[in-house]
Protein backbone atom coordinates (compact mmCIF):
# COMPACT_ATOMS: atom_id res chain seq x y z
CA UNK A 1 0.00 0.00 0.00
CA UNK A 2 1.30 3.51 -1.08
CA UNK A 3 2.04 6.20 1.91
CA UNK A 4 0.13 8.46 1.21
CA UNK A 5 2.00 10.70 3.82
CA UNK A 6 5.30 10.15 2.37
CA UNK A 7 6.28 13.49 1.26
CA UNK A 8 7.43 13.34 -3.07
CA UNK A 9 9.90 14.91 -4.42
CA UNK A 10 9.90 18.13 -6.43
CA UNK A 11 9.71 15.45 -9.63
CA UNK A 12 7.38 13.31 -8.51
CA UNK A 13 5.13 15.92 -8.17
CA UNK A 14 5.78 17.61 -11.00
CA UNK A 15 5.41 14.60 -13.24
CA UNK A 16 2.15 13.43 -10.97
CA UNK A 17 0.87 16.83 -12.02
CA UNK A 18 1.65 16.29 -15.79
CA UNK A 19 0.30 12.93 -15.83
CA UNK A 20 -2.75 13.96 -13.96
CA UNK A 21 -3.68 16.90 -16.57
CA UNK A 22 -2.88 14.29 -19.62
CA UNK A 23 -5.27 12.08 -18.35
CA UNK A 24 -8.15 14.07 -17.74
CA UNK A 25 -7.62 16.10 -21.25
CA UNK A 26 -8.03 12.39 -22.50
CA UNK A 27 -11.17 11.31 -20.54
CA UNK A 28 -12.99 14.47 -19.77
CA UNK A 29 -11.59 16.83 -22.42
CA UNK A 30 -11.68 20.06 -22.12
CA UNK A 31 -13.55 22.74 -19.34
CA UNK A 32 -16.32 25.32 -20.37
CA UNK A 33 -16.31 28.63 -18.13
CA UNK A 34 -19.63 28.74 -19.21
CA UNK A 35 -21.26 25.31 -18.55
CA UNK A 36 -19.43 24.17 -16.25
CA UNK A 37 -19.18 20.81 -18.36
CA UNK A 38 -16.32 18.89 -19.53
CA UNK A 39 -16.09 18.11 -23.45
CA UNK A 40 -15.96 14.28 -23.10
CA UNK A 41 -17.70 13.79 -20.44
CA UNK A 42 -20.64 15.62 -20.77
CA UNK A 43 -22.02 13.77 -23.84
CA UNK A 44 -21.54 10.68 -22.30
CA UNK A 45 -23.46 11.79 -19.15
CA UNK A 46 -26.10 12.77 -21.23
CA UNK A 47 -26.76 9.52 -22.84
CA UNK A 48 -26.48 7.86 -19.36
CA UNK A 49 -29.12 10.32 -18.15
CA UNK A 50 -30.87 9.44 -21.24
CA UNK A 51 -31.53 5.75 -20.31
CA UNK A 52 -32.75 5.72 -16.63
CA UNK A 53 -32.99 2.70 -14.92
CA UNK A 54 -35.55 1.86 -12.13
CA UNK A 55 -36.29 -0.06 -9.49
CA UNK A 56 -38.06 -3.33 -10.65
CA UNK A 57 -40.99 -3.70 -8.47
CA UNK A 58 -42.87 -1.47 -5.66
CA UNK A 59 -40.73 1.67 -4.58
CA UNK A 60 -38.12 0.24 -2.18
CA UNK A 61 -37.93 3.72 -0.15
CA UNK A 62 -41.61 6.02 0.39
CA UNK A 63 -40.28 9.31 -1.36
CA UNK A 64 -41.94 11.67 1.03
CA UNK A 65 -40.52 10.03 3.91
CA UNK A 66 -37.12 10.24 2.77
CA UNK A 67 -37.62 13.97 1.54
CA UNK A 68 -38.44 14.78 5.16
CA UNK A 69 -35.39 12.47 6.45
CA UNK A 70 -33.37 14.47 4.35
CA UNK A 71 -34.46 18.06 6.25
CA UNK A 72 -33.71 16.00 9.12
CA UNK A 73 -30.32 15.96 11.45
CA UNK A 74 -31.23 12.63 12.66
CA UNK A 75 -33.79 10.56 10.21
CA UNK A 76 -36.38 9.43 11.98
CA UNK A 77 -38.40 7.26 8.77
CA UNK A 78 -36.82 5.99 5.97
CA UNK A 79 -34.18 4.20 8.44
CA UNK A 80 -34.53 0.68 6.32
CA UNK A 81 -31.29 -0.33 5.29
CA UNK A 82 -32.00 1.10 2.00
CA UNK A 83 -33.28 4.19 3.19
CA UNK A 84 -30.22 5.32 5.09
CA UNK A 85 -28.30 4.42 2.02
CA UNK A 86 -30.39 6.45 -0.13
CA UNK A 87 -29.97 9.31 3.01
CA UNK A 88 -26.13 9.06 2.68
CA UNK A 89 -26.00 8.79 -1.01
CA UNK A 90 -28.55 12.53 -0.40
CA UNK A 91 -26.39 14.41 1.60
CA UNK A 92 -23.01 12.88 1.11
CA UNK A 93 -22.05 15.41 -1.33
CA UNK A 94 -23.54 18.32 -0.32
CA UNK A 95 -20.46 19.82 1.52
CA UNK A 96 -18.22 19.18 -1.58
CA UNK A 97 -20.85 21.13 -3.65
CA UNK A 98 -21.08 23.83 -1.15
CA UNK A 99 -17.27 24.06 -1.17
CA UNK A 100 -17.39 24.42 -4.83
CA UNK A 101 -20.23 26.65 -5.39
CA UNK A 102 -18.71 28.88 -2.71
CA UNK A 103 -15.48 29.22 -4.47
CA UNK A 104 -17.15 30.11 -7.74
CA UNK A 105 -18.87 32.73 -6.05
CA UNK A 106 -16.31 33.77 -4.15
CA UNK A 107 -13.31 33.54 -6.70
CA UNK A 108 -15.20 33.87 -9.98
CA UNK A 109 -14.44 31.45 -13.32
CA UNK A 110 -11.49 33.29 -14.17
CA UNK A 111 -9.09 30.78 -13.32
CA UNK A 112 -10.79 27.94 -14.91
CA UNK A 113 -8.30 26.40 -17.15
CA UNK A 114 -7.09 23.18 -18.34
CA UNK A 115 -3.90 23.86 -17.51
CA UNK A 116 -5.34 23.70 -14.08
CA UNK A 117 -5.81 20.22 -12.24
CA UNK A 118 -7.85 22.08 -9.67
CA UNK A 119 -10.62 23.09 -12.39
CA UNK A 120 -10.98 19.79 -12.91
CA UNK A 121 -11.14 18.73 -9.60
CA UNK A 122 -14.14 21.30 -8.87
CA UNK A 123 -15.97 20.46 -12.53
CA UNK A 124 -15.80 16.42 -11.08
CA UNK A 125 -17.37 17.79 -8.00
CA UNK A 126 -20.05 18.94 -10.18
CA UNK A 127 -20.30 15.67 -11.81
CA UNK A 128 -20.78 13.95 -8.84
CA UNK A 129 -24.01 15.68 -7.63
CA UNK A 130 -25.53 14.30 -11.06
CA UNK A 131 -24.32 11.23 -10.85
CA UNK A 132 -25.72 10.99 -7.14
CA UNK A 133 -29.18 12.02 -8.32
CA UNK A 134 -28.91 9.48 -11.21
CA UNK A 135 -28.37 6.88 -8.88
CA UNK A 136 -31.05 7.82 -6.48
CA UNK A 137 -33.33 8.15 -9.67
CA UNK A 138 -32.97 3.95 -9.52
CA UNK A 139 -34.52 4.25 -6.49
CA UNK A 140 -37.26 6.30 -7.25
CA UNK A 141 -35.85 9.27 -5.51
CA UNK A 142 -34.90 12.46 -6.02
CA UNK A 143 -31.77 14.69 -4.81
CA UNK A 144 -32.59 17.68 -3.36
CA UNK A 145 -29.76 20.68 -3.47
CA UNK A 146 -29.42 21.92 -0.27
CA UNK A 147 -26.29 23.58 1.68
CA UNK A 148 -24.85 21.16 4.36
CA UNK A 149 -24.63 22.14 8.07
CA UNK A 150 -23.62 25.15 9.55
CA UNK A 151 -20.78 24.00 10.93
CA UNK A 152 -19.73 22.27 8.00
CA UNK A 153 -20.48 26.03 5.65
CA UNK A 154 -18.37 27.83 8.24
CA UNK A 155 -15.36 25.23 7.84
CA UNK A 156 -15.82 25.16 3.83
CA UNK A 157 -15.77 28.85 3.82
CA UNK A 158 -13.24 29.00 6.05
CA UNK A 159 -11.22 26.60 3.43
CA UNK A 160 -11.84 29.01 0.88
CA UNK A 161 -10.27 31.67 2.56
CA UNK A 162 -7.19 30.12 3.87
CA UNK A 163 -4.29 30.12 2.29
CA UNK A 164 -4.18 26.67 0.07
CA UNK A 165 -1.13 25.49 1.56
CA UNK A 166 -3.02 25.34 4.92
CA UNK A 167 -6.08 24.41 3.06
CA UNK A 168 -5.12 21.65 1.14
CA UNK A 169 -3.85 19.56 4.46
CA UNK A 170 -7.83 19.33 5.12
CA UNK A 171 -8.74 19.44 1.68
CA UNK A 172 -6.71 15.95 1.39
CA UNK A 173 -8.20 14.22 4.76
CA UNK A 174 -12.01 15.19 3.42
CA UNK A 175 -10.87 13.71 0.24
CA UNK A 176 -9.38 10.32 1.92
CA UNK A 177 -12.31 10.27 4.37
CA UNK A 178 -15.25 11.04 0.88
CA UNK A 179 -13.62 8.21 -0.84
CA UNK A 180 -13.96 5.38 1.84
CA UNK A 181 -17.73 6.76 2.15
CA UNK A 182 -18.09 6.22 -1.57
CA UNK A 183 -16.67 2.84 -1.52
CA UNK A 184 -18.60 1.63 1.73
CA UNK A 185 -21.24 3.04 -0.27
CA UNK A 186 -20.80 0.47 -3.11
CA UNK A 187 -19.52 -2.33 -1.33
CA UNK A 188 -23.25 -1.65 0.48
CA UNK A 189 -25.32 -1.58 -2.61
CA UNK A 190 -23.60 -4.96 -3.86
CA UNK A 191 -25.69 -6.60 -0.63
CA UNK A 192 -28.78 -4.59 -0.70
CA UNK A 193 -28.99 -4.39 -4.24
CA UNK A 194 -28.12 -8.04 -5.24
CA UNK A 195 -31.55 -9.26 -6.29
CA UNK A 196 -31.71 -5.77 -8.67
CA UNK A 197 -29.05 -6.70 -11.16
CA UNK A 198 -29.52 -3.47 -13.65
CA UNK A 199 -30.20 -1.12 -10.51
CA UNK A 200 -26.88 -2.86 -9.17
CA UNK A 201 -24.97 -2.30 -12.71
CA UNK A 202 -26.11 1.13 -12.97
CA UNK A 203 -24.77 1.85 -9.07
CA UNK A 204 -21.46 0.06 -10.16
CA UNK A 205 -20.92 2.35 -12.83
CA UNK A 206 -21.89 5.20 -11.37
CA UNK A 207 -19.89 4.71 -7.76
CA UNK A 208 -17.28 3.51 -9.69
CA UNK A 209 -16.89 7.14 -11.77
CA UNK A 210 -17.03 9.15 -8.50
CA UNK A 211 -14.17 6.81 -6.78
CA UNK A 212 -11.79 7.11 -10.11
CA UNK A 213 -12.13 10.86 -9.28
CA UNK A 214 -12.12 11.16 -5.32
CA UNK A 215 -8.55 9.17 -5.47
CA UNK A 216 -7.75 11.21 -8.20
CA UNK A 217 -8.57 14.34 -5.90
CA UNK A 218 -6.67 12.62 -2.96
CA UNK A 219 -3.35 12.19 -5.13
CA UNK A 220 -3.57 15.70 -6.28
CA UNK A 221 -3.77 17.47 -3.28
CA UNK A 222 -1.21 15.39 -1.93
CA UNK A 223 1.16 16.36 -4.64
CA UNK A 224 0.24 20.10 -3.98
CA UNK A 225 1.66 19.34 -0.22
CA UNK A 226 5.23 19.05 1.34
CA UNK A 227 6.83 16.86 4.38
CA UNK A 228 5.48 18.90 7.51
CA UNK A 229 1.88 19.47 5.70
CA UNK A 230 1.84 15.94 5.22
CA UNK A 231 2.80 15.21 8.86
CA UNK A 232 -0.37 17.56 9.77
CA UNK A 233 -2.51 16.05 7.29
CA UNK A 234 -1.77 12.41 8.86
CA UNK A 235 -2.47 13.60 12.77
CA UNK A 236 -5.24 15.57 11.67
CA UNK A 237 -7.28 12.92 9.77
CA UNK A 238 -8.93 10.65 12.88
CA UNK A 239 -10.11 14.20 13.38
CA UNK A 240 -11.45 15.24 10.15
CA UNK A 241 -12.92 11.77 9.66
CA UNK A 242 -14.49 11.76 12.56
CA UNK A 243 -16.22 15.45 12.24
CA UNK A 244 -17.59 14.28 8.85
CA UNK A 245 -19.56 10.95 10.17
CA UNK A 246 -20.67 12.94 13.12
CA UNK A 247 -22.00 15.19 10.66
CA UNK A 248 -24.30 12.47 8.72
CA UNK A 249 -25.80 10.25 12.01
CA UNK A 250 -27.42 7.92 9.18
CA UNK A 251 -23.54 6.89 8.50
CA UNK A 252 -22.85 5.22 11.65
CA UNK A 253 -26.59 3.84 11.74
CA UNK A 254 -25.99 2.03 8.30
CA UNK A 255 -22.66 0.97 9.23
CA UNK A 256 -20.45 0.67 12.66
CA UNK A 257 -18.94 4.55 13.21
CA UNK A 258 -15.78 2.70 14.76
CA UNK A 259 -15.00 0.43 11.75
CA UNK A 260 -15.97 3.62 9.09
CA UNK A 261 -13.70 5.19 11.41
CA UNK A 262 -10.60 2.66 11.23
CA UNK A 263 -11.15 1.99 7.34
CA UNK A 264 -10.89 6.06 6.50
CA UNK A 265 -7.56 6.52 8.94
CA UNK A 266 -6.29 3.69 7.19
CA UNK A 267 -6.24 5.92 4.06
CA UNK A 268 -5.86 2.85 1.73
CA UNK A 269 -7.17 4.95 -1.04
CA UNK A 270 -5.80 3.00 -4.03
CA UNK A 271 -6.70 -0.14 -2.36
CA UNK A 272 -10.36 1.09 -2.36
CA UNK A 273 -10.25 0.84 -6.32
CA UNK A 274 -9.15 -3.17 -6.33
CA UNK A 275 -12.72 -4.34 -7.33
CA UNK A 276 -14.41 -1.00 -8.74
CA UNK A 277 -15.51 -0.31 -12.35
CA UNK A 278 -13.04 2.75 -14.30
CA UNK A 279 -9.68 3.44 -15.37
CA UNK A 280 -7.23 4.41 -12.85
CA UNK A 281 -5.25 7.64 -13.38
CA UNK A 282 -1.97 5.71 -15.26
CA UNK A 283 0.77 7.34 -12.87
CA UNK A 284 -1.67 5.77 -9.61
CA UNK A 285 -2.32 2.77 -11.60
CA UNK A 286 1.67 2.36 -12.17
CA UNK A 287 2.96 3.13 -8.52
CA UNK A 288 0.00 0.01 -7.56
CA UNK A 289 1.70 -2.35 -10.13
CA UNK A 290 5.20 -1.29 -8.64
CA UNK A 291 4.09 -1.88 -4.89
CA UNK A 292 1.98 -5.21 -6.02
CA UNK A 293 5.40 -6.40 -7.79
CA UNK A 294 7.37 -5.65 -4.64
FE1 LIG B 1 -16.86 14.31 -4.90
FE1 LIG C 1 -13.39 15.15 -4.29
Redesign the pocket.
Known amino acids: MIDLFRAQTAAERTSFVQGFLAWVHERDGMPDAQTLTLSKREPRFLEQEANPIRWNGPAPVDPEAYNRDLERYVPQEATSPLGLWALITGKI?RA?RFGVEFGFWFNGHKHVSDQDPRTYQEF??LY?TRILADALSTLGLSLVHKAPSSVMRLLIRAMTLLPSPIANIIIMDAEIA?ATIFKLLLEKARELMADQPEVLNRIEDLLGQ?LV??VG?VHLMRSTLGPLQLRIAKGLLPQIAKSMVKDNPEISMLFTFDQVIARMVAADVDGLMADVRGELLPTIAEAAAERDAA
Request: no cysteine; glycine share 10%.
Open positions: NEQEHGIDEH
